[in-house]
Each structure stands twice: as C-alpha cells, then as structure tokens.
T-cell receptor
Framework: NAGVTQTPKFQVLKTGQSMTLQCAQD?????MYWYRQDPGMGLRLIYY???????DKGEVPNGYNVSRLNKREFSLRLESAAPSQTSVYFC?????????????FGDGTRLSIL | ELKVEQNPLFLSMQEGKNYTIYCNYS?????LYWYRQDPGKSLESLFV?????AVKQEGRLMASLDTKARLSTLHITAAVHDLSATYFC?????????FGTGTRLQVFP
C-alpha cells in the first residue's frame, strides 16, 4: 500500500525555470493538500483541494498553481521559480470533512532554486 | 486568523525524565492533531483529539485537549532516545490544518 507518492524526491532549478511536482494517493481520499516546510518553521499550506474539481488557496499561494487532475492526483506547478521557493514540499491527503482522520503525508520533494 | 504556538521550540531531556510540550491556538477549534517528524523524513500521525477533554495515550506519549483554554499538551513519560524527533501540533480550520512551529526533542543518556 503506497499511500501518498510524490515525485521527484529531489530537484535543483535555476531561477526562472518552471516545473511541476506530482502527487498521487491510493487511499480514495477526497481531500488533498500541498505544504511547504522551511527550516525552523512548521508546515504552511500552499493550496488544497477538498474534492475532485475544486481547489482553494492556503496561507502562501503566491507563485504557485495547482491542478486536481482526478481524485488520485494533485499537482503543484512553479511557473517561474525564485530562490525564495527553495523548500521541502509535502503533499498530503485525507478523507476530509466529517471523517475526522489525520492527514497522510508523502515523503516530500526537496527543491533548491539557484 | 488562526495562529498556533508551541513551546518550547527546543527541548533537551535526559533519559528517564518527564516533560510536557504545550500547544496554544488562537480561535475556536475542536479538532487537533499531533505529528512526529524524524530528520529528513515525512510526518507521522500520532494522535487525533476531537473533543474537549479528549485524552489519548500511546506508549510513553499522552496527549490531551482543552478546547475552552485552547490548549493541547503532549506529555512525555520516562523519555527514551527513540523519542528524539520534532513534534508538531496542528489545529483544524475548516478542514485545513494550521501547524505550530514544532518542538525539537533531543533525549540524551
């Protein structure tokens, strides 16, 4: 049982390049989330999707876009990468709403912007 | 705007000792989660607290929730080295989680 799978695990970009981080879950969860984690800080929500076909901004959405491709997949795109976006990115999923379940996290993508 | 504060931010404990991590939050919520993160790893769910007065225990860890005080505690009993990790509380805000900054715990002999 894979749970939440993120690709790639590591990536180095140059300023101005674009890339898409992929996330897939096999738990039939309704809700999916993208977070970033910076040193000495907790996780901050970038975007989330409460259900297939819907997306909403979180705390730090600027510079990012997302796509909920289907129930399983939720991608995060950096259109023009900036050094301030160097971070570890985590995708998570949960049943959502009244399920009262914890979010399940992927292993993270370590992204460096030079 | 919901804010979540943890303290202490860093905790160095001797094996066998007890200690408590505190998680305060600024607005009403009745769902709170505790997670553990090992260095370079993902987050692992520890506890889900769903109502005022909820108490959950797993091994040497016990978590509680006081929604009236907007406070959750994570109590460590007789610490062992394997508990060394960073612990996060996260408060539900309409199906989104707001995380505390984390408490980095180091347990030494």
């Amino acid at each position: 049982n894979a749970g939440v799978t993120q690709t790639p695990k590591f990536q180095v970009l140059k300023t101005g390049q674009s890339m898409t981080l992929q996330c897939a879950q096999d738990m039939n969860h309704n809700s999916m989330y993208w977070y970033r984690q910076d040193p000495g800080m907790g996780l901050r929500l970038i975007y989330y999707s409460a259900s297939e076909g819907t997306t909403d901004k979180g705390e730090v959405p600027n510079g990012y876009n997302v796509s909920r491709l289907n129930k399983r997949e939720f991608s995060l795109r950096l259109e023009s990468a900036a050094p301030s976006q160097t971070s570890v990115y985590f995708c998570a999923s949960s049943g959502g709403g009244h399920y009262n379940q914890p979010q399940h996290f992927g292993d993270g993508t370590r992204l460096s912007i030079l | 705007e919901l804010k979540v504060e943890q303290n202490p931010l860093f905790l160095s404990m001797q094996e066998g000792k007890n200690y408590t991590i505190y998680c305060n939050y600024s607005t009403t919520s009745d769902r709170l989660y505790w997670y553990r993160q090992d260095p370079g790893k993902s987050l692992e769910s520890l506890f889900v607290l769903l109502s005022n007065g909820a108490v959950k225990q797993e091994g040497r860890l016990m978590a509680s929730l006081d929604t009236k005080a907007r406070l959750s505690t994570l109590h460590i009993t007789a610490a062992v080295h394997d508990l060394s990790a960073t612990y996060f509380c996260a408060v539900d805000n309409t199906d989104k989680l707001i995380f505390g900054t984390g408490t980095r715990l180091q347990v030494f002999p």
